[in-house]
């Protein structure tokens, strides 16, 4: 089954880390980029970060930068987000999204979501 | 930042309306836009690449246009299933940046 699964969110205190990961199966998870997108409650879609197929290069929104890395494990068909110094207005759903095979920066697949809330 | 303005930001429309949502960029993006369907609590569904052209699977009643910094979607004859938020995403430059949806209601 052609699928991305996310796991990893949770409730965290500001300031604190979080690592998400998303499981891709079903397809040929090595020859996609892979992104991270997030979307506040009630709010519109926010790229956070995305990889290249091969993990050589990253890229990130300036919300991330400094504070948040992706990597992936092409072994392991995964892709992870690594949090720290996590803000209350880094509450979000977080989807792991699969880079479009013509198009890198669009996303042709999507995870279900998980769920990150920063609060004291 | 390349920013991305949709409008309108609500719509209503029966079922078999043709109905039209614009995207504005900023700057020029080429025909670098892509249009997503979100319905709540799901991830969003990519519908459109390139501008004009349509992704696999999706009906042949949506279509996209335009070029340069105005663009719109089109959905030719409403159905009930077509609700949901709909996202224009500019891929010409990084960061990647979204419009701030058109939530769209069937009457």
């Known amino acids: 089954q052609v699928q991305l699964v996310d796991s990893g969110g949770g409730v965290v205190q500001p300031g604190r880390s979080l690592r998400l990961s998303c499981a891709a199966s079903?397809?040929?998870?090595?020859?996609?980029?892979m992104h991270w997108v997030r979307q506040a409650p009630g709010k519109g879609l926010d790229w956070v970060a995305v990889?290249?197929?091969?993990?050589?290069?990253?890229f990130y929104a300036d919300s991330a930068r400094g504070r948040f890395t992706i990597s992936r494990d092409n072994s392991k068909n995964t892709v992870d987000l690594q949090m720290n110094s996590l803000r209350v207005e880094d509450t979000a759903m977080y989807y792991c999204?699969?880079?479009?095979?013509?198009?890198?920066?669009?996303?042709?697949?999507w995870g279900q979501g998980t769920v990150v809330t920063v609060s004291s | 930042d390349i920013q991305m303005t949709q409008s309108p930001s609500s719509l209503s429309a029966s079922v078999g309306d043709r109905v039209t949502i614009t995207c504005r960029a900023s700057?020029?993006?080429?025909?670098?836009l892509n249009w997503y369907q979100q319905k709540p609590g799901k991830g969003p569904k990519f519908l459109i690449y390139?501008?004009?052209s349509l992704q696999s699977g999706v009906p042949s009643r949506f279509s996209g246009s335009g070029s340069g910094t105005d663009f719109t979607l089109t959905i030719s004859s409403l159905q009930p299933e077509d609700f949901g938020t709909y996202y224009c995403?500019?891929?010409?430059?990084?960061?990647?940046?979204f419009g701030q949806g058109t939530r769209l209601e069937i009457k």
């Open positions: 999204a699969r880079g479009a095979s013509r198009i890198v920066y669009a996303f042709d697949m």
């Open positions: 990889i290249s197929y091969d993990g050589s290069n990253e």
């Open positions: 700057q020029s993006i080429s025909s670098y």
């Open positions: 079903g397809f040929s998870f090595s020859s996609h980029a």
């Open positions: 390139a501008a004009s």
């Open positions: 995403q500019q891929s010409y430059s990084i960061p990647i940046t």
